[in-house]
């Protein structure tokens, strides 16, 4: 099946610095891309929708200036946590559609970043 | 919102189906049934999915009411790997978002 890499799985930064992470789909293209945050014991919620070349959907109360998301290929989307704080630490999970709007259509998730900050 | 509903915790025996419902009231005509899991500390992996007929393959067993205003997911020989958070989730074609809702938690015991 189709493949979603996303990375670092893990990391543990100082408040005030940004943190980068990225999300590719290995094997096939993505136009769009969703990226997730998840608390202990809770689902994931929708933080933006990412489309290829375009800017990105920011859903109500995420503030975009603090989570930038860049689509730049149809393969690759980051996701930058800029000046990150406490509060911001958390399970990041990105998304990618395999596109086309059939009935075969699935979305395949990456196994996550596990963000700690300091 | 997300548009479905799920019991928010089931236990199952390891070795017996494991069926785990969904509620989609106001589910639309072209929107189709997704289930996905999500094991601790892991990104969510895709099951099944179905719109109207009954769909299985090596994973599981989807079966929609004859209104699609419910679901179940069947896992036919749980084991304990099976133990992690389900998720039903409605999709239609050309969807720009995807919304989870509380999903069940499924804990298989021997």
């Known amino acids: 099946g189709a493949v979603v890499s996303q990375h670092p799985s893990r990391v543990i930064c100082k408040s005030g610095t940004s943190v980068k992470i990225e999300c590719r789909s290995l094997?096939?293209?993505?136009?769009?891309m969703f990226w997730y945050r998840q608390f202990p014991k809770k689902s994931l919620m929708l933080m933006a929708t990412?489309?290829?070349?375009?800017?990105?959907?920011?859903e109500q109360g995420v503030e975009k200036d603090k989570f930038l998301i860049n689509h730049a290929s149809l393969t690759l989307s980051t996701l930058t946590v800029t000046s990150a704080h406490p509060e911001d630490s958390s399970f990041y999970i990105c998304?990618?559609?395999?596109?086309?709007?059939?009935?075969?259509?699935?979305?395949?998730f990456g196994s996550g970043t596990q963000l700690s900050v300091l | 919102d997300a548009k479905t509903t799920q019991p928010p915790s089931m236990d199952c025996a390891e070795g017996r189906a494991a069926n785990l419902p969904c509620n989609h009231s106001?589910?639309?005509?072209?929107?189709?049934v997704y289930w996905y899991r999500q094991i601790h500390s892991q990104g969510p992996q895709y099951i099944i999915h179905?719109?109207?007929n009954n769909e299985t393959n090596e994973m599981a067993s989807l079966i929609i009411t004859e209104d699609r205003k419910s679901s179940t997911l069947i896992l036919p020989h749980a084991t304990l790997r099976d133990t992690a958070v389900y998720y039903c989730?409605?999709?239609?074609?050309?969807?720009?978002?995807?919304?989870f809702g509380a999903g069940t938690r499924l804990a298989v015991h021997p």
């Open positions: 998304s990618a559609r395999t596109g086309g709007g059939t009935t075969n259509e699935k979305l395949f």
């Open positions: 094997d096939f293209q993505a136009t769009t």
């Open positions: 990412s489309n290829e070349g375009s800017k990105a959907t920011y």
């Open positions: 106001t589910i639309s005509g072209n929107e189709y």
């Open positions: 179905g719109l109207k």
């Open positions: 989730i409605l999709l239609s074609g050309g969807y720009n978002k995807l919304i």
